[in-house]
C-alpha cells in the first residue's frame, strides 16, 4: 500500500526536503486535500519563470510533484510521467520540484537531459514539501483549473495509463466545479453489462440492477464451482468498483443471508454487503463459499448492494468475488443464521497496546510541536530490547476484515484476521537501531481501515542511546519515562455526589488517603468536593452524608487524577 511509509523516508523527508524552503514558509499554513492553493512562482533549471495562477490561465489542471535525484522511485515514475505529458501538455502542466537542497539547476539539467523530460522542474524554493507535509517523497498533487488540490497521492506511479487517467478526471468541458477524489480517480468501465433479468434469476432476487455511473464496473452473470453467480469484472484495476443491488421484499425481523466466495487482496480489495445504503460487513482475502446473515429492521423492498472495492495497487488470488445468491430468512431459520455470525470481541475504544516486558513508555519535550506535526498522536516506547510486541483493542465500529498492522522495519502488513491471539489481536516484530540497521528507531501502526482514519502509531527505540540519536536529529531536548511522570504530583481531583436524578447534593463528607494521611472535604453546593494532593490518593471514602440521603459509606474508590468521579447517593 503506497500511503505506507517506511520511518527512513520519513527523516529523510524531514532532513533533506524540508531545509531552507520550510523555513521560508513556517508562517503558512500547510495544505489539506480539498483546499484552495496559495500562489506561487519558481524559476527552473533552464531560467524559465514559473507561477501558477498564469499556467491556470491556459491549462486546465497542474501536476506538482515533490521528489529528489537521489529517490529511485521517484526516477523510476518520470517516463511515464513524461509519455502521458506528451500527449496532455496542451491541457495539463507538470511542475516537477526537487525538495533536495544539493539538486542545482546544473543537477536538475542532467538529470531532466537524460530521462528525456520537456516539463517545467525547478527547486522547491516555495517549501511546498514542507506544505504539503510531504513524510515520503514521489509526492504528487493534482490543482483543477479552479486552484483547488483535489488529487494528492504518495508513491510512484510506474505506467502511463494511471498518469492518463489522473489526467482525464480534470480536464474537458463537463469539468465544470471541484471534484476532490481519496486516491486515484476511477477507470470508466469496459465491462459489458448482463441483463437484469439473468442477475436477478442468478441471485435468487425479486430483481436486480446494475450500476448507473459509468466508473463503477457491473457485475456479470457466469459459472463457477457448478453454480451460477454473479462475479466481478474489475479485475486488475485500481481504485476500481464492481457492483450490483438486489432487491428482495422482507419483514422486521427476517434475515438476508448472502452466499459467496472471495479470492482477493487481503485487506485492500475487499467485497462490501450494504443494506439499504448502510454498510454491514466487508470480506477480503480467500473465502470459500461463505454464507454472512445479517438482520432486517423495517418492512418493505430492501436493496442489498454487493461492492467489490479495489483500493490498492496490488491484486491477490483470482482478484475476483463471486455472488451465489441474497436470500430471505423468515423464523426460526433467520435466528439460526444470525446466531451463527461471528461476532469479534469489541472494546470500548480503539487501542494499540504494548505488551512485550520491559516496554516503557517515554514522554518527550516538544515545545515547538515538531512531533506533533510529523506523528500527530503517536507514542514512543522504549523497547530495552532489540523486538517490540503489542495487541490491538477495536471498538464495534471496526471490521477487523478492513484492520491491520504495519510495522516499516521491514515494511510488512499484518491484517487483523491473521493476528488473532486468545480472543484478541497480536503482533511482535523486530525493531531497528543505529546499531543493526542505521535507522534510530521503527514504527507500529494500528490501520482501523485501509483509508487511515483512525490510525494509531507506536515509535519504538531499542535503548535509550537510540531515543537520545532521534532527539538530536529532531532538535528536542529532555524527555522522561511516562511511569515517572505519572508518579510525580501534584494530582487533581474532583469528586461530585448527586442524587438519583442527577441533581448536587451538598454537605457530603468525603475522606481521601495517600500513603501518610487521611483528609476530609465537604461537597459544595454543586455537589463538589475538588482537591489538589502532592502524592496520589489511595482510597476514598464517603465518610457521610446528609439527613435525608443513603449511600454506600463504606466503599472504596480509587479516583484517576484529572477526571471527574460521580457518586450517586438515594434521596429518601
Given at each position: 500500500?503506497?500511503?505506507?511509509?517506511?520511518?527512513?523516508?520519513?527523516?529523510?523527508?524531514?532532513?533533506?526536503?524540508?531545509?531552507?524552503?520550510?523555513?521560508?514558509?513556517?508562517?503558512?499554513?500547510?495544505?489539506?486535500?480539498?483546499?484552495?492553493?496559495?500562489?506561487?512562482?519558481?524559476?527552473?533549471?533552464?531560467?524559465?519563470?514559473?507561477?501558477?495562477?498564469?499556467?491556470?490561465?491556459?491549462?486546465?489542471?497542474?501536476?506538482?510533484?515533490?521528489?529528489?535525484?537521489?529517490?529511485?522511485?521517484?526516477?523510476?515514475?518520470?517516463?511515464?510521467?513524461?509519455?502521458?505529458?506528451?500527449?496532455?501538455?496542451?491541457?495539463?502542466?507538470?511542475?516537477?520540484?526537487?525538495?533536495?537542497?544539493?539538486?542545482?539547476?546544473?543537477?536538475?539539467?542532467?538529470?531532466?537531459?537524460?530521462?528525456?523530460?520537456?516539463?517545467?522542474?525547478?527547486?522547491?524554493?516555495?517549501?511546498?514539501?514542507?506544505?504539503?507535509?510531504?513524510?515520503?517523497?514521489?509526492?504528487?498533487?493534482?490543482?483543477?483549473?479552479?486552484?483547488?488540490?483535489?488529487?494528492?497521492?504518495?508513491?510512484?506511479?510506474?505506467?502511463?495509463?494511471?498518469?492518463?487517467?489522473?489526467?482525464?478526471?480534470?480536464?474537458?468541458?463537463?469539468?465544470?466545479?471541484?471534484?476532490?477524489?481519496?486516491?486515484?480517480?476511477?477507470?470508466?468501465?469496459?465491462?459489458?453489462?448482463?441483463?437484469?433479468?439473468?442477475?436477478?434469476?442468478?441471485?435468487?432476487?425479486?430483481?436486480?440492477?446494475?450500476?448507473?455511473?459509468?466508473?463503477?464496473?457491473?457485475?456479470?452473470?457466469?459459472?463457477?464451482?457448478?453454480?451460477?453467480?454473479?462475479?466481478?469484472?474489475?479485475?486488475?484495476?485500481?481504485?476500481?468498483?464492481?457492483?450490483?443491488?438486489?432487491?428482495?421484499?422482507?419483514?422486521?425481523?427476517?434475515?438476508?443471508?448472502?452466499?459467496?466466495?472471495?479470492?482477493?487482496?487481503?485487506?485492500?480489495?475487499?467485497?462490501?454487503?450494504?443494506?439499504?445504503?448502510?454498510?454491514?460487513?466487508?470480506?477480503?482475502?480467500?473465502?470459500?463459499?461463505?454464507?454472512?446473515?445479517f438482520p432486517v429492521v423495517t418492512d418493505g423492498t430492501q436493496t442489498v448492494s454487493l461492492i467489490y472495492q479495489k483500493n490498492g495497487g496490488g491484486n491477490g488470488g483470482e482478484d475476483t468475488v463471486w455472488i451465489d445468491s441474497v436470500a430471505v430468512l423468515t423464523g426460526s431459520e433467520a435466528e439460526a443464521a444470525l446466531a451463527a455470525v461471528p461476532v469479534h470481541a469489541a472494546a470500548e475504544r480503539t487501542a494499540l497496546l504494548p505488551a512485550a516486558p520491559g516496554m516503557r513508555e517515554v514522554l518527550i519535550d516538544d515545545p515547538e510541536g515538531a512531533l506533533a506535526a510529523a506523528y500527530g498522536d503517536a507514542k514512543f516506547y522504549v523497547a530495552n530490547g532489540p523486538s517490540v510486541s503489542f495487541t490491538a483493542e477495536l471498538d464495534a465500529s471496526v471490521d477487523p476484515e478492513r484492520a491491520f498492522f504495519f510495522t516499516n522495519y521491514d515494511s510488512s502488513i499484518l491484517p487483523l484476521t491473521q493476528s488473532l491471539s486468545g480472543g484478541g489481536y497480536a503482533m511482535s516484530t523486530p525493531i531497528d537501531s543505529a546499531e543493526t540497521t542505521r535507522y534510530v528507531c521503527s514504527s507500529v501502526c494500528l490501520y482501523p481501515d485501509v483509508t487511515g482514519a483512525g490510525m494509531q502509531i507506536a515509535i519504538c527505540f531499542q535503548d535509550e542511546g537510540n531515543l537520545e540519536l532521534f532527539l538530536s536529529l529532531m532538535s528536542l531536548g529532555s524527555w522522561q519515562y511516562a511511569d515517572k511522570a505519572a508518579s510525580a504530583g501534584p494530582f487533581a481531583y474532583t469528586v461530585r455526589y448527586v442524587d438519583q436524578d442527577g441533581s448536587p447534593v451538598a454537605g457530603v463528607l468525603c475522606q481521601v488517603c495517600d500513603e501518610s494521611t487521611c483528609q476530609v472535604f465537604v461537597s459544595d453546593a454543586d455537589g463538589v468536593c475538588a482537591f489538589t494532593l502532592p502524592t496520589a490518593v489511595q482510597e476514598l471514602h464517603t465518610l457521610r452524608v446528609p439527613d435525608g440521603y443513603e449511600g454506600d459509606t463504606d466503599a472504596t474508590l480509587v479516583p484517576v487524577s484529572g477526571e471527574e468521579l460521580v457518586i450517586t447517593l438515594r434521596r429518601l
Open positions: 500500500m503506497k500511503q505506507l511509509k517506511a520511518f527512513a523516508a520519513l527523516i529523510l523527508a524531514i532532513c533533506l526536503c524540508m531545509g531552507g524552503a520550510a523555513l521560508a514558509s513556517q508562517s503558512e499554513a500547510p495544505y489539506s486535500l480539498g483546499e484552495t492553493i496559495r500562489d506561487f512562482t519558481v524559476t527552473t533549471y533552464d531560467g524559465r519563470v514559473v507561477t501558477l495562477s498564469e499556467v491556470l490561465k491556459e491549462k486546465e489542471a497542474v501536476l506538482i510533484n515533490i521528489w529528489a535525484t537521489w529517490c529511485g522511485p521517484c526516477r523510476s515514475e518520470f517516463p511515464a510521467m513524461q509519455e502521458a505529458y506528451a500527449e496532455y501538455s496542451d491541457r495539463v502542466e507538470i511542475i516537477a520540484l526537487s525538495c533536495e537542497s544539493t539538486d542545482t539547476d546544473a543537477v536538475l539539467a542532467d538529470f531532466a537531459a537524460k530521462l528525456g523530460l520537456t516539463f517545467p522542474i525547478a527547486q522547491d524554493t516555495v517549501g511546498m514539501a514542507s506544505l504539503l507535509r510531504a513524510s515520503s517523497i514521489p509526492t504528487t498533487i493534482v490543482v483543477d483549473r479552479f486552484g483547488a488540490i483535489c488529487y494528492w497521492g504518495a508513491g510512484a506511479m510506474t505506467s502511463k495509463d494511471l498518469f492518463v487517467r489522473l489526467f482525464d478526471a480534470f480536464v474537458g468541458e463537463e469539468y465544470t466545479s471541484s471534484t476532490v477524489y481519496d486516491g486515484l480517480p476511477p477507470a470508466r468501465a469496459t465491462a459489458v453489462a448482463s441483463p437484469e433479468g439473468e442477475l436477478a434469476a442468478a441471485l435468487g432476487a425479486d430483481a436486480a440492477v446494475n450500476p448507473a455511473s459509468a466508473y463503477v464496473w457491473p457485475m456479470t452473470v457466469q459459472e463457477k464451482d457448478g453454480r451460477t453467480v454473479a462475479a466481478s469484472t474489475n479485475q486488475g484495476q485500481i481504485n476500481a468498483a464492481a457492483q450490483v443491488d438486489a432487491l428482495l421484499t422482507a419483514s422486521a425481523g427476517d434475515a438476508i443471508a448472502v452466499t459467496f466466495r472471495t479470492s482477493t487482496e487481503e485487506v485492500f480489495d475487499l467485497l462490501e454487503i450494504r443494506l439499504n445504503g448502510e454498510s454491514v460487513k466487508h470480506f477480503g482475502g480467500v473465502h470459500d463459499w461463505t454464507t454472512y446473515a
